[in-house]
């Protein structure tokens, strides 16, 4: 296992280095800079120029990157040009924000998925089963920033149980139990469009894996045995159905930290995912770039962290 994880970490750096070439291009290529999303009419080309040199704009686009990668393997991932921060601490004040959320919805999708595909499988062609099908399809194909548009004019405008948006109350400035109880209550909607988005493919997935697994010789065995249905299948049916859900557990490491962008927009959530968004708005490439080799990073290490944790759950596979 020890000489796989090291074999692992290596192969992530040139993997990292081809991102950062790849990501660093594409930005590179796209019109304009900092400087020409900020210009006013009353900035004169000299003025750019010098702006230009001052932000180190001006050099060829191989200097840039070599720079660039050169302070980022130094842990310095540069000063955001929008905030006038460095872009770790702009990533810090922010993704803790998204992630709260994501975090949540991860809790709340994951175990109703759960729940939904084991039975969904078990009565498999019954009234439940044909709901859930309903409720999965209309989950997956209604757009993020719909249902929230529709929970914000519903719940929030008509009831007036939720804010319409932000993340605490502007005024109040609240603290210990009151400021928790004030973000909670900020993020009910974002967050329940979060988990009505993440939990159809999901239930989806769990009862297709389902499906399989009660099917097997090993399930037969063992209600041959006279086992209770509910020990087949949340001890042995359930059990083998969430091997292959290791993997995509993993991969929700980057999801955490990503921020949800189109949801963050909608309810006015202070979260990174926002703040990416206006970066690229703004041609603030530092932190556009910062950010990305983060998640990049992330990504990488979700996966190899799914892998491990396949492994270890299921000893018939050998790692290599």
Not at 13 to 35: C, E, K, N, Q, R
Not at 134 to 161: N, R, T
Request: glycine share 8%; hydrophobic share 50%; net charge positive.
């Amino acid at each position: 296992m020890k000489q796989y994880m090291i074999r692992r970490l290596l192969q992530m750096i040139p993997t990292l280095i081809g991102i950062s070439i790849i990501v660093f291009a594409i930005s590179a290529m796209v019109p304009g800079d900092y400087i020409t999303a900020k210009v006013t009419p009353n900035m004169t080309y000299e003025k750019m120029e010098q702006l230009r040199q001052i932000y180190g704009l001006d050099k060829p686009v191989v200097e840039r990157y070599f720079t660039w990668a050169g302070n980022m393997l130094k842990g310095n991932m540069g000063d955001s040009l929008q905030h006038k921060q460095p872009v770790g601490k702009v990533i810090n004040n922010y993704v803790w924000n998204s992630f709260v959320i994501a975090f949540v919805s991860l809790i709340f999708s994951w175990l109703i998925a759960i729940f939904a595909g084991v039975f969904s499988a078990k009565f498999q062609y019954s009234i439940f089963d044909k709901l859930v099908t309903l409720l999965i399809f209309l989950c997956m194909s209604l757009p993020s920033f719909f249902i929230g548009l529709l929970l914000i004019y519903g719940l929030s405008l008509h009831l007036g149980l939720f804010p319409v948006g932000g993340m605490t109350t502007a005024g109040l400035n609240a603290t210990g139990w009151a400021y928790i109880k004030d973000v909670a209550h900020h993020m009910f909607l974002p967050a329940l469009v979060l988990t009505m988005l993440s939990t159809g493919s999901l239930t989806r997935y769990f009862r297709t894996a389902m499906l399989e697994v009660i099917r097997q010789d090993y399930i037969r065995t063992a209600r041959a045995k006279g086992l209770k249905e509910r020990t087949v299948i949340f001890k042995h049916a359930l059990r083998n159905a969430l091997l292959p859900a290791i993997t995509l557990f993993g991969f929700e490491l980057p999801t955490l930290f990503g921020g949800a962008i189109i949801l963050e927009k909608v309810f006015v959530w202070p979260g990174v995912g926002q703040v990416y968004l206006e970066s690229i708005t703004v041609r603030d490439y530092p932190f556009m770039l910062g950010f990305t080799i983060f998640l990049a990073v992330l990504t990488l290490i979700g996966n190899l962290l799914s892998d491990v944790l396949y492994g270890v759950a299921d000893p018939r596979i050998r790692l290599k």
